[in-house]
């Protein structure tokens, strides 16, 4: 392997342990997470949301998830948007529940 390639090799193993490494900061199992901002392209819309839930811990209405989300992130989600993904996600199954009138939780 001559040097052009070992070291696109190694470039490449670098990104995929930075990305795990924030993924395990972004899911609350690092130490000063809580007030950390992470930008937009950090983080999909969808997994600022699981975020905001997973760690309120319990379901919240659409406007305090906002609230939430461009506090937490400093990101302003467009609120159609954000109720289209989650009615998605609920209607599949996946992830999310609506417990209420604009009020989803966590599955």
Request: net charge positive; charged share 25%; aromatic share 4%.
């Amino acid at each position: 392997m001559d040097t052009q390639a070992w070291a696109k090799l190694q470039e490449e193993l670098l990104k995929a342990q930075l990305k795990v490494i924030r993924a395990y900061l972004g899911s609350g199992g690092g130490a000063g997470t809580e007030d950390r901002r992470v930008g937009p392209r950090s983080m999909s819309h969808m997994s600022m949301v699981r975020d905001i839930l997973q760690t309120a811990g319990t379901p919240l209405h659409l406007s305090e998830i906002l609230s939430r989300v461009e506090t937490r992130f400093g990101v302003k989600l467009d609120r159609e948007s954000v109720v289209s993904a989650l009615a998605k996600k609920v209607g599949k199954g996946v992830l999310f529940v609506r417990v209420g009138p604009n009020t989803f939780g966590l599955k």
